[in-house]
């Protein structure tokens, strides 16, 4: 009788080993100096007093305590949440259409259309900038558009500097960033499904609304996440094309860091715009787990 004789997994040898944390240290080395250590080094800086040299003196909750307690940087906060949340949900409005059409509609012109979405990235930012503010300019395209059609008699003031501005540029700026999401979603949703839908005699909103809403809500949630979180400590969108009455955090930050030479304070009030981040990813996670459970 032949007897079955159990394979014995073989050991790992101690070039494999090393080339593989040979392949991870290039990665660990910047996720340390970029990201743990800066982050280390602001939460430091934040219990730190100003004494004007670049470490601080001392250790102490006063900065903390100022941040809570001036009525000034809630109220920036809460605007800058406002304006971040208009900003993702024209954006994530805007860019689904774009996404579904990529998904179920482009054919063969679909990496044609992949690669215009992610044609703005060849461009800097601070020019996409600068092509809103031309457009909404008093002397701009737009208020020429309108004054020549006849529309207005006089260019007005009302599409620059302002909190609209701000909003419709971030979105322009980040709409590539809500595209990809929601399309690798909507592009995994199994076919069959739509047309067990139709088999079954739904129309196609109730497909729509029945089976491919809900199965591409995880990447709509990573989407407004990853719209969310930049535009919340944006400064220099706000600082070309918003006003006074589109003041954001990252405007305060950036001031503290820069002509008031106050970093301890700017640390502070960085961490504070980081758990109120952390706070509303956590809803987001506990939603997108929400989600995922009826897909």
Known sequence: M???????????????????LAMLLPGGLVTFFLILFALGLVLFLAFR??????LGAGFTFANFITVASDPLYWTVTLRSL???????????VTAYPVAYYLAFYAGRRRGLLLFLVTLPFWTSYLLRVFAWKIVLAYNGVLN????????WSEPILAFLNTPAAVVVTLAHAYAPFAILPIYVALDTIPKSLLEAASDLGARPFTSFRRVVLPNSMPGVLAAALVVFVPTVGDYVTPALVGGPASTMIGSLIQAQFGKANDWPFGAALAVAVMLVILAVVLVVRSADRRFGSRT
């Open 49 to 54: 007093g100003n004494d004007g040299s670049l």
């Open 82 to 92: 406002a304006i971040a949340g208009l900003v993702t949900l024209a954006t994530v």
């Open 2 to 20: 032949s007897t079955i004789v159990a394979r014995q997994p073989l050991p790992k040898s101690r070039s494999s080993t090393g080339f593989r």
């Open 144 to 151: 020429s558009a309108l004054v020549e059609s006849g529309i």
